[in-house]
Every structure is written in structure tokens, then in C-alpha cells.
């Protein structure tokens, strides 16, 4: 591996994509420790924040009118309305960074990472996957933010993500107890696409 710093290489879209409590959240917090070039992208949302969560750095929190006009004025690169909330990303983020040069870290659900999927040629997608199911179940159960009927139906809508995993790059494990090695296998991921010959800048089409 080259130890070249990696502003040498053109600029990088990573989007981090798995089902609901699979430790997205967990794995950001961890990457950011890092101390990699990277900007990571704050998602816009209209659900309510939950304890322990800061607005403008887990998420950016806005009431429903406000999201909606920025929705019209095209100001998000995809967004959708997911368990009964808004959520959408930012396009200023994304754009902004890649001009100056700078790897961007997107997390997203799976239906917004097949949107930009199609918009944005050169991203890495990186998909990341509970140890098993029943860990999934766990995860979601000892959250406590949601009813047992939406507990049920984010367990079905992670089923149908899951089968989805083989249209990314790259496929994570994150293993109860081993967030650890899942956040190594992330940093690797983007490392070797980083420095991969011939690799195409990523660009929002």
C-alpha cells in the first residue's frame, strides 16, 4: 500500500447503507475518530430527536414545512419519507466537498442509496450487515424508541434490504461486540478504492 496522502487521489463518495440498527450511527462515530480528510454529511430529518443526539451533528432536525420547501427548491440530492418521517441529504454537503477536493461519507438507507446510485458516477457503496438476524432484533429491542408494531415492520423492511446487499461494493459485518473490526473493514474498503488504477472522481451527475 502506497503511503501517499490521500489528497493525491481524486475525490471519493462513500455511501454507508444497511438496515435500521445494524450500527451505522455507531460506525460514523468511530470512523470520525480517525481523523481521516473525510466530510461527513449530516442528514436532514423531521423525526424527533432522541436522547444523547445533537442536532447539526447526528442529524439535522426540522419541522415538516421547512424540510418540504427545501425539498422544492431541490436543495436535497434524494429524499424520502421513511417510517412515517422525512429524511433527506443535503445537496450543498456533498457538492461542496468534492469541489475542494475532499472524500465525502454519506450514510443512507437503502432506497436512497439506489437513487444516488444512479446520479453519482465513481461512489463507493458500502453495505453493512448485522452478525445475524436475531442481533438485528436485539439492537432494535434495547433502542426502545419504537412501538412493538414499528419494531415488526423495520425487522420485515431490513429482511428485504439485506437481499438487496449484493448491489454494493462492498459488504460489512458488524458483529455484536466487534463494531471495532466492521469500522477497520470500512477504512480498508475506502483506502484500496481510493488508490484503485484508473478509478473515476466522483461526480453528482
Known sequence: MT???DNEFP????????????GKDAALKELRKLNRPWHFVVTATTRDI???ETDG??????DKSTFLRMRDNNEFIECAE???????????QVTN????????????????AATVREMCAGALFIFMVPG????????????????TTQMELRLKTAADEIEQAGLFNVEVVNSENHLDLAVADIDAAI???KQRFNRVPAKLL
Not at 11 to 22: A, H, R
Not at 57 to 62: A, P, R
Open 50 to 52: 432522541r436522547p444523547g
Open 191 to 193: 483506502s484500496a478504492e
Open 97 to 112: 466537498a468534492l469541489k475542494v477536493g475532499k472524500d465525502v461519507i454519506l450514510k443512507i438507507d437503502v432506497q436512497g
Open 11 to 22: 475525490p471519493l463518495l462513500v455511501v454507508l447503507s444497511g438496515p435500521s440498527g445494524v
Open 82 to 92: 421513511v417510517y412515517g418521517n422525512w429524511y433527506g441529504v443535503p445537496r450543498s
Open 3 to 5: 503511503n501517499e496522502p
Open 132 to 147: 445475524s438476524f436475531q442481533e438485528l432484533h436485539n439492537r432494535l429491542s434495547q433502542r426502545m424508541t419504537e412501538s
Open 57 to 62: 451533528v447526528d442529524y439535522i432536525f426540522l
